[in-house]
């Protein structure tokens, strides 16, 4: 590995202790500072760091090849441990720099650890000649180049874990080249290069982002100046445009990128540029004219020409499959022509993302790959075996034939590709089925059985085996004493025909499996799926994390609900998820829990609305309303209480406080008068992110842990008004809505007049929701006032239209307006956002501006310091936007929530609970802030900002650069106020009171930098 101890430059070499044992070749003095101590690591930052070691597998033993990487060696166990004496890191630490000791990716991130978390104590143990800050950073260099070389040496065979490893170490590559003016000048290439080279890797498995590609190649461009060898880079480089180019459509960089490779001499030429400048000429074919597609076409023939007879698997099978796509072109086959997005060589892994292209080419692929196969080489067969079991795949083989030829294939591939094997024991059971051959079933299910007990292969191979029982029934299998506890427990349940019970192993190995990668799903719940690039676990799950009565309580009603769902014949239009484990994976919170369920496919009807007519959206919006009216009728109880005081404290009630009115408690009563006209039913959270449209047709109910009841009408009003898909003034479409609701639950006829009129108040009760809700409301800024007047104006109830007149006319008071907000370039957009900076530079720094000791100013005396068209009124829309948490508004008077330079006197309060806040800050104060221990003060404004969410203090401090970011506790700062939600300020920090986040805990949450990459005189 290159070293990286030096000077940065202009930096003086000072003998330190760790450069003189080198010199001497002695070992290196632990300490010549005080004593330090003991530091303790909490229960959650040790599960968070435990957490990042078991998602990398560097807490297990276990590799493909049965022996752990070299980089991912554990040589100092004790790290892993809750409690470490602060001389024991200093002195690891220094035999680390004086090369008496090797470290491993585990070693370094403990140590990044440590040293992050016990910064007060560390700072004082350390020696003299050492800087805190110069060790952290250095630590956290040497974690970048041992993570990505760890990924390395994974390979391909463990894709999840490789490209997690990849993404860690990209984290840390980007904290580094940040940085990089921090160290020798030689070493930058090492990081830059390694930048943009982990970006195409992980490209070969994922979906990555513009800004991640963009970053990627112009890492790479860096680092051809910074002297990285061309014949390594420039592969890289043209792989990383092709990426970009099937992002963006846009042939430009990719021209840009292959003239810059026509500059390098015969010495930076290798088969692997050849192959890529291959991917490259043939996305410039697609749309070139015919003189220019017939040189580019002339190229790539002689490109291809250039690597036949390769030593090189890959360039092999890469060469043969682009001979096997331009044959396709030549003859005209349909949809051979479209390459954007076309990956070679293991575009046929995952059937559900297969790309158009390859399988109208597989013919001619397979034609060319066979050739490669029959001399024996593992990846032509993995690759033929894959298009033969391809469905999609137009082969002119009857399926029984193409499963016997994959399965002789993969045959041949070495015991240690646990893909084959799983793939291999699938298209056995499988052709089993199409054979009716009992016996080479039950061989193949003993097989899948075999690897339930070994965690590479415990959950798909789960997977499998329910698949086959829910689709062929149970079979009897053989037993043998001595078998693992898994295995036998799988086989009894195959015997039994139990693929509920095999469904549940499969979630339960799903949730504990490092192999499978994490897919978050969106919506308001925060719910995830797994997949792992080939198709075999993926879309079978999803996980969601809870507490677990919540989730106990979700089960019982999704039972009550799906037996009554069948008694009465409708299971084949409406469904519930099934729950099939729980368990509490390491690093979460002891009060939660995560649940596995059944991933069933389909599309959230939030989504599948966005896209229709008004008429589908009204017939898909009333068949949500009738599951929600069996839903009531299966629970209905006659005993319902609680649903006034629920809403009084909880929902409507406090919603109506926000509005600014004289008398909310009283607006309630009269909304409520009306309101309770319906019956009492079960409450059920109907919000259109709740409902899911299945492939299959059915409408599944999602999330069934609300409890209480609620008036009818009032869940029925978030089907059809937490969106805008209908117009506020469409009550026909409402009124089939509610019919449809009615019809569902059988409800009396004489109930007909009471409930639709609850129904409308509970319409009333989602537009004041989105009217006060700053984060979940479900319209944009401005949009619910509009609605709201739009109520007011068409309800046929004069008390409801005089009750949403009331809160609206409080609520445009409360924001400084007089009308309702206009919708203007400033007020929104770009606009809004630059008018609103200016704002706040005026509130907090301008000392021409007339302001009182709290810091208010009017709203005339800031439109005429603005100027530029400014009105007292366009500043109070900005100022009380949604959106905006800078500023508080009060009868005329604007003032900046924080950030003052000027200085005014908050009259905030402290916060009302214990709490963990951050701030990050650029490196190029870590010297005073860390190694001087000044800590944190405000600089030139009059408080230190912090908050208590790391992800914003993470996208806050990026503004200049990677930053640090700081921890400290609110029991540490008595001074500490809240001056918005999520905000908190306080006069200073000392030293003595903070950590550092060690960037194991917020990885995942490092973007991009690519403009600090960009050349300063033109943008590549």
Not at 621 to 649: M, P, Q, Y
Request: with cysteine; net charge negative.
């Amino acid at each position: 590995m290159t070293s990286l101890v030096g000077p940065t430059e202009g930096e003086e070499l000072r003998p330190t202790p760790a450069l003189l044992a080198r010199a001497r070749h002695v070992q290196a003095p632990a300490s010549d500072s005080p004593v330090g101590g003991t530091l303790t690591a909490s229960e959650g930052d040790r599960a968070q760091l435990l957490s990042a070691l078991r998602r990398l597998g560097l807490l297990e033993r276990v590799t493909v090849d049965s022996s752990p990487p070299q980089s991912a060696h554990n040589l100092h166990p004790d790290l892993l441990e809750n409690e470490i004496s602060t001389e024991h890191i200093v002195r690891l630490w220094t035999e680390i720099l004086s090369v008496e000791t090797k470290a491993g990716a585990v070693d370094l991130l403990c140590l990044e650890f440590w040293l992050s978390r016990g910064y007060s104590q560390v700072i004082h143990t350390l020696p003299k000649k050492y800087t805190y800050s110069k060790t952290l950073l250095t630590v956290r260099q040497r974690v970048a180049i041992s993570l990505h070389d760890y990924a390395r040496e994974l390979n391909w065979r463990r894709p999840v874990m490789y490209v997690t490893a990849l993404k860690m170490a990209r984290a840390y590559l980007r904290d580094a080249v940040g940085h990089e003016s921090a160290m020798r000048e030689d070493l930058r290439k090492e990081f830059t290069g390694r930048l943009g080279v982990s970006t195409v890797l992980i490209s070969r498995f994922e979906r990555v982002s513009h800004g991640e590609v963009r970053e990627c190649r112009l890492a790479l461009q860096r680092s051809l100046i910074q002297g990285n060898e061309p014949k390594s880079a420039l592969p890289y480089l043209v792989e990383a445009a092709v990426v970009e180019y099937d992002l963006t459509g846009d042939p430009l960089g990719l021209k840009d990128v292959l003239n810059a490779c026509a500059s390098f001499d015969e010495s930076a030429d290798s088969e692997t540029l050849r192959l890529a400048q291959v991917d490259a000429n043939l996305r410039l074919m697609e749309f070139a004219d015919p003189d220019d597609k017939r040189l580019l076409r002339r190229e790539v023939d002689n490109l291809l020409d250039s690597v036949c007879g390769s030593q090189d698997a890959e360039i092999n099978i890469r060469r043969a499959m682009a001979l096997g796509l331009l044959q396709a072109q030549d003859e005209g086959i349909p949809d051979a022509v479209h390459v954007q997005g076309v990956r070679f060589p293991f575009g046929y892994r995952d059937s559900e993302a297969l790309h158009l292209t390859l399988s109208a080419a597989a013919p001619k692929m397979y034609e060319r790959l066979m050739e490669i196969a029959n001399r024996g080489e593992p990846m032509a067969i993995g690759v033929l075996a894959d298009i033969l079991t391809e469905e999609r795949a137009p082969l002119a083989i009857e399926p029984g034939l193409r499963l016997r030829r994959a399965i002789d294939l993969r045959k041949n591939l070495r015991a240690s590709d646990v893909r084959a094997d799983l793939l291999n024991l699938r298209d056995r059971a499988a052709l089993a089925q199409i054979d009716k051959d009992t016996e080479a079933r039950r061989a193949a299910l003993l097989g899948l059985a075999g690897l339930v007990s070994k965690p590479l292969t415990a959950a798909p191979a789960l997977v499998l085996l329910a698949r086959n029982v829910e689709s062929a029934g149970g079979i009897p299998m053989p037993i043998i004493a001595g078998t693992p506890p898994d295995e036998e427990r799988a086989l009894r349940l195959v015997a039994a025909g139990n693929h509920e019970s095999l469904w549940n192993m499969a979630a339960e190995a799903a949730l504990a499996d490092v192999n499978l990668t994490i897919i978050r799903l969106g919506g308001r719940s925060e719910v995830t799926t797994v997949g792992d690039y080939y198709g075999l676990s993926a879309e079978e799950f999803v996980f969601k994390q809870g507490d677990p009565i919540a989730f106990e309580r979700d089960s019982s009603r999704e039972e009550l609900i799906r037996r009554y769902v069948e008694a009465k014949g409708y299971e084949g239009v409406f469904g519930v998820p099934v729950n099939l484990a729980t368990c509490r994976p390491i690093g979460i919170d002891d009060t939660k829990v995560v649940v596995a369920r059944r991933y069933v496919r389909g599309t959230c009807l939030q989504e599948a609305l966005a896209t229709e007519d008004l008429e589908c959206r009204v017939a898909n919006l009333a068949d949500a309303a009738r599951f929600l009216g069996l839903i009531n009728l299966a629970e209905h109880s006659d005993s319902a209480t609680g649903a006034r005081v629920e809403l009084k404290k909880k929902e409507m009630g406090r919603w109506l406080r926000n509005c600014g009115l004289g008398d909310p408690g009283a607006t309630f009563d009269a909304w409520w008068a009306v309101m309770q006209q319906g019956m009492l039913v079960r409450r059920r959270d109907a919000h259109l992110g709740n409902w899911l449209r299945a492939d299959d047709g059915r409408l599944i109910a999602m999330d069934l842990e609300a409890q209480g009841w609620r008036p009818v009408g009032y869940d029925l009003a978030q089907i059809s008004d937490d969106h805008v898909f209908l117009d506020i003034r469409d009550w026909v479409s409402r009124r089939v809505i509610f019919e449809a609701y009615r019809e569902a639950r059988k409800a009396p006829g004489d109930s007909g007049d009471s409930e639709w009129v609850a129904y409308q108040a509970g319409v009333l009760a989602r537009l004041v929701w989105g009217l006060t809700n700053p984060n979940d409301g479900p319209f944009d800024s401005g949009v619910a006032e509009f609605r709201l007047h739009g109520f007011a104006d068409s309800v046929e109830s004069e008390v409801l239209s005089g009750i949403a007149s009331e809160i609206l006319a409080a609520w445009l008071k409360r924001r400084g307006l007089v009308e309702l907000p206009k919708r203007l370039g400033r007020t929104d957009g770009a606009g809004r956002i630059r008018l609103s900076r200016a704002m706040a530079y005026h509130l907090r720094h301008d000392r021409t501006l007339s302001m009182d000791r709290g810091g208010w100013t009017n709203l005339g005396d800031l439109a005429a310091a603005l100027q530029r068209g400014a009105t007292p009124e366009l500043l109070a829309t900005v100022a009380t936007d949604r959106r905006e948490a800078r500023f508080e508004l009060s009868e005329g008077r604007v003032r900046a929530r924080y950030g003052h330079s000027l200085a005014v006197q908050l009259d905030y309060r402290t916060p009302s609970r214990a709490l963990t806040v951050y701030h990050a800050s650029p490196w190029k104060y870590a010297s005073s802030i860390l190694d001087q221990c000044q800590g944190l003060d405000p600089g030139k404004r009059q408080w230190v900002h912090l908050t208590d969410s790391l992800a914003e203090a993470v996208a806050n401090g990026v503004r200049e650069g990677h930053p640090l970011v700081y921890q400290v506790s609110s029991a540490d700062l008595p001074n500490l106020l809240a001056a918005s939600t999520h905000t908190f300020i306080a006069r200073s920090v000392l030293s003595d009171a903070m950590s550092v986040v060690p960037m194991s805990a917020y990885w995942d949450q490092i973007p991009t930098i690519e403009r600090s990459l960009a050349p300063t005189d033109c943008q590549a």
